[in-house]
């Protein structure tokens, strides 16, 4: 994946007062890591587990950047792991590639014994490898979970802390979401790498399945969308396939206000997803439908349209009761392009056809689309919030938003007035060209979720001034 270019400002942004035009969007090459920012009176304080790139795992860390412990044998990407209570990790296991998908999905103690595992969706062939002699090796057929990018343990919707919502750990359910390879003729003539969700028991038995490629004309495109999909799709050749929908998130409505007062839309056992490709977020309900949507086109009503077009968006959900703003949908919109149908200069074949150069991060009412909350960055400045692909938001327990800007490997905490409390820039560096220290999803837990680890000294850190901080001349 291509680093994206764009200029952060850090200690608001911890970056060096030298940069170039704001117009190329470059980056600088040297910044600080780490925790840049630490205001530990006004924070909501834990440890943050993370993904690292190429391979390097899971990252737990307390609040002044201080790593606690890397989890490479659950190494599969894109994740995301999480910290179950009791020190519980779980993520994908053995990434198929070049597919994004893990082969098994996999839920680890603290001591790293294995508790809990799923391979057994489908038969594939893993990738061929070349051996010393340069002769190929592997291409071996094996059972697979084809997990990617998302799954929720039952007992909490969205996989982040919430005041009694704790996912089970012995037993329960877990939505996954991964792939099936098909072809579907009503959507196009080339093989897709169609969204495949399902639901298993705690023994590994699928209880609910569905599949995307079966309600294609749930998803509101318009005829030049079915159009530029049919003929534009974006074909994979190490993959064989097409990613039509790229779901990249997964969750339960959950327990919720609206269901209380009767939309049966937003039913706690329902499944909302994401779909980057086509800028479409949904509700799925236990009989298959889609029941509840929003995009691809935003102009199609005038709340849609006060709102703005969302583009290829990473972790929308629902806010859990419990926590400030419950009920309401917060979601990271992160520009960049995608969508499908709306044929311009910059997309001929009409796909990736609408684009943006920065990102939001949203709160508002799903039933009427109303705003509630944002945090972008305004005027000619506006490119200083930029991750056009990863990255996730979650509420905090103080009414805080914790905020991962992926792409550039930073996750910060605002107040509700937009003060940045805590940032933390990562070091975990990959080893492939472009280097990249992205992290595709970011979640903070409460201390007692890890009783292994001693709570840890909250250090205040204060960042330097801009103006006058300097890397030091060497003798």
């Known amino acids: 994946m291509n680093k994206p270019s764009k200029s952060i400002v850090i200690a608001a942004s911890c970056l060096l007062a030298s940069l170039v035009a704001a117009a190329v969007y470059a980056f600088p090459s040297v910044y600080p890591t780490g925790t840049t920012i630490y205001k530990p009176d006004q924070t909501w304080n834990g440890y943050v587990i993370f993904d690292a790139p190429d391979g390097q795992g899971a990252i737990l ?19 995301p792991f999480r910290i179950l209570p009791g020190g ?29 595992r799923y391979d057994q969706m489908e038969q594939v062939v893993t990738e061929e490898t ?29 996989g982040y802390y919430a005041p009694e919502m704790e996912p089970q750990t012995r037993s329960g359910r877990t939505l996954v979401l991964a792939h099936k390879n098909l072809v579907a003729p009503e959507v196009s ?37 079915r159009n530029a999909i049919y003929r534009s799709v974006q074909w994979n050749e190490a993959r064989g396939s097409a990613d039509w929908l790229h779901f990249n998130s997964l969750t339960y409505v959950g327990p919720n206000k609206w269901y209380d007062d009767g939309d049966l839309r937003f039913h706690p056992d329902n499944v909302l997803f994401s779909s980057r490709e086509a800028n479409i977020i949904g509700i799925i309900d236990r009989e298959g439908n889609i029941v509840w949507r929003m995009g691809p086109d935003f102009t199609q009503s005038k709340a849609l ?24 949908l917060l979601v990271f ?32 009412n799903p039933v009427t689309f109303e705003m509630v909350w944002e945090y972008s960055i305004g005027g000619s400045e506006k490119f200083q919030l930029f991750s056009h692909y990863v990255s996730n938001a979650q509420r905090l327990p103080n009414g805080n938003t914790m905020i991962n800007e992926g792409a550039d490997g930073r996750i910060f905490e605002l107040t509700p007035e937009k003060e940045i409390v805590w940032e933390y820039v990562s070091p975990f560096f990959g080893t492939k060209e472009p280097i990249s220290h992205r992290i595709f999803r970011a979640y903070r837990v409460p201390y007692e979720w890890i009783p292994q680890l001693a709570v840890p000294t909250e250090t205040p850190v204060v960042p330097p001034d801009l103006k006058t901080y300097r890397v030091p001349s060497q003798d």
Not at 130 to 152: K, L, Y
């Open 130 to 158: 070349e051996n010393e002699a340069g002769e190929s090796e592997g291409g071996d057929t094996v059972w697979s979970a084809r997990q990617h990018h998302d799954w929720q343990r039952q007992g909490n919707p969205v």
């Open 61 to 79: 860390i307390d609040m002044n950047g201080n790593m606690l412990r890397q989890w490479t044998e659950i190494a599969a990407v894109p994740g």
């Open 189 to 225: 003539d080339k093989q897709l790498e169609d969204e495949y969700i399902y639901e298993l028991s705690w023994d590994g038995e699928i209880i609910w399945e569905w599949l995307a490629s079966d309600h294609v004309d749930e998803f509101g495109f318009s005829e030049r969308a």
């Open 305 to 328: 349209a006060e709102l703005g077009q969302i583009i290829g968006q990473h972790n929308p959900h629902i806010i859990p009761k419990g926590l400030p703003g419950a009920g309401n």
């Open 333 to 364: 919109d992160n520009g960049g392009s995608a969508g499908y149908g709306f044929a311009n200069p910059a997309a001929p074949n009409g796909r990736a056809s609408v684009r943006r150069d920065f990102s939001r991060v949203l709160e508002f």
């Open 88 to 116: 519980y990790v779980m993520g994908g296991d053995m990434q198929r590639r070049p597919h994004q998908e893990a082969i098994a999905l996999v839920q680890l103690d603290w001591e790293g014994n294995e508790v809990w």
